[in-house]
């Protein structure tokens, strides 16, 4: 049964959950540290958190940088029960946090930007929450995150008011600096760090090498899958599949057990695929829907399911990918382009069809507002606990779906537009 987070504080329901199956404390709690560090831009995830509030608004700058990006350390506080006996994963958070720290500090000093000089002091701040959090100290874990909330705000609404002040300061009484760096072993580590600062420790290319490129090269190995194949070959594994949904006694038990998962992983192929398709937008579009209705494929044949689940799930994905490919369809016969190889920027002359997409993009990715929501959430409840490999490829899949579908959504409606013609702003500006 589900249970809540103040049902956690009682050590008797943690022991009757836990006991049957020691593996589940580790699990569970390294899916939470992992979604808290992603969250609060901990390292390796750091990188993110400057960009997005690169963003012209100061009330978005706000949102990240001093209110969204503490959810980590309230994350870890409200767990803090599933992991307090565990010595060693308390350290492994200790160590996240002060690496993080360590180098978001040393980056903010040699950054350009008021905005990025404040989301890596951010980042550091959070470092050391981990650590008290991590220590046992919430209470002063919480001041410290209410504290460092309201500075980052202040910081970013005075912001301009400064620079204006240091800019002009600087230009009427500027001072070169008088020291230089001798060359000794510590002036030439001072010197690394420092261009390890600036390139703001490769943890963007990083992530493209070890996350990024490996789903590209897999995506790449599926060059074969077009339209004729997805027609005339996943297609009939579709309906096949479909077919023993309601005829299972025609299967042998053997093929009942293993085929969902073979399901689920066609599903990830065909998303993989769609990852990386550089042609038509039609075609990973037509994947992301196919790799949705695997997926509740492969829930249907491991378990059986209410009707009214399966169509509550199906109409959010049907209803939102046809509206897709009809906007898709206006945009050709407006003589656009609709391939994924570069950014096209058709919402500067499409406005209202960006707006409409924008809801099929939604709504095919599971938002919260939308029925694929509810019946994602339904399906994923038919899942029993020992089904690991089942449940990673539909959770894998879904993941995948989201980068998808608004991958499209960018490459087709964000950027500068493809017509030269007009104002342009540049990051420069």
């Not at 958070?93 to 690496?99: E, M």
């Not at 300061?169 to 001072?175: A, P, V």
């Not at 209803?319 to 009809?326: C, E, K």
Request: proline content about 4%; some cysteine.
């Amino acid at each position: 049964r589900n249970i809540t987070f103040l049902e956690l504080l009682n050590p008797a329901i943690l022991v009757e959950h836990f006991t049957a199956e020691p593996i589940y404390p580790i699990l569970i709690s390294s899916i939470f540290l992992l979604a808290a560090i992603v969250k609060s831009a901990q390292f390796p995830f750091s990188s993110w958190l400057p960009r997005a509030m690169e963003g012209p608004t100061t009330s978005s700058a706000i949102f990240y940088g001093s209110l969204s990006v503490h959810i980590g350390v309230f994350l870890l506080l409200r767990t803090f029960p599933i992991w307090e006996s565990s010595e060693v994963f308390r350290g492994i958070v200790i160590a996240i946090g002060l690496i993080t720290s360590l180098m978001a500090t040393v980056t903010a000093r040699v950054q350009s930007t008021v905005k990025t000089q404040i989301a890596y002091s951010s980042i550091a701040q959070i470092g050391l929450m981990f650590i008290e959090v991590a220590l046992g100290w919430h209470t002063l874990a919480l001041i410290h995150f209410a504290g460092n909330a309201f500075l980052r705000s202040y910081q970013l609404l005075v912001s301009p008011s400064v620079l204006s002040y240091m800019i002009h300061d600087q230009f009427f009484n500027f001072i070169a600096p008088q020291h230089h760096v001798r060359n000794t072993f510590w002036g030439k580590l001072r010197l690394t760090i420092y261009v390890l600062s600036i390139k703001e420790w490769n943890l963007d290319n990083l992530m493209y090498r070890y996350m990024w490129r490996p789903l590209k090269q897999v995506g790449g190995l599926l060059r074969f899958v077009s339209v004729p194949v997805v027609s005339f070959v996943f297609l009939p594994i579709f309906l096949l599949g479909f077919y023993f949904v309601y005829n299972r006694e025609q299967l042998p038990p053997a093929a009942l057990e293993y085929m969902p998962s073979a399901m689920a992983l066609i599903g990830i192929m065909l998303a993989m695929k769609a990852f990386t398709e550089r042609g038509k937008a039609q075609l990973a579009w037509s994947l992301v829907i196919m790799n949705q209705l695997f997926s509740a494929l492969s829930i249907g044949l491991h378990e059986e399911f209410e009707h009214t689940q399966i169509l509550l799930f199906l109409s959010g994905i049907v209803v939102s990918g046809i509206v897709g490919f009809w906007c898709l369809r206006q945009l050709e016969k407006a003589g656009e382009s609709v391939t994924l190889d570069r950014h096209h920027g058709h919402s500067y002359y499409h406005p209202r069809l960006t707006f409409v997409f924008m809801l099929a993009a939604l709504s095919l990715s599971g938002f919260p507002i939308t029925p694929t929501f509810i019946g994602e959430d339904l399906l994923l409840g038919k899942i029993d606990e020992e089904q690991f490999v089942l449940l990673g490829f539909t959770a894998l899949s879904l993941i995948l779906d989201g980068l998808v579908v608004f991958r499209i959504y960018a490459r087709l409606f964000l950027g500068p537009n493809e017509k030269g013609y007009h104002e342009v702003a540049f990051r420069s500006s």
